[in-house]
């Protein structure tokens, strides 16, 4: 499964998100991102004014693939992406 382009021309900025994730788990998320090479990942804090418990404190996590992310890199990062959206649901992905 291929979350993010594993073109290593392709560099880019990548939003994910999923509504019900809790913010332990998006914190989880972007610890095990950071660990790949050339990554950067920020959390980005909920923005809707509005209050629901099932809703996440997290909007979404934006991960940078800088130019220097290899091929190998990239796919890393599909593997994590993969393995939460297997255990917690689908994982949405905005350019």
């Excluded at 599909?78 to 255990?87: E, G, K, S, T």
């Amino acid at each position: 499964m291929m979350l993010i382009p594993e073109d290593t021309a392709a560099v880019g900025c990548y939003q994910i998100s999923c509504p019900t994730l809790p913010l332990a788990i998006y914190r989880e998320i972007a610890a095990h991102l950071r660990q790949v090479s050339g990554v950067e990942v920020d959390v980005l804090p909920q923005t809707s004014q509005k209050f629901d418990y099932h809703q996440s404190q997290i909007e979404s996590l934006r991960i940078q693939c800088r130019e220097a992310t290899t091929l190998q890199d990239r796919k890393r990062v599909n593997q994590i992406l993969a393995f939460y959206q297997d255990r917690y649901g689908e994982l949405r992905i905005e350019n």
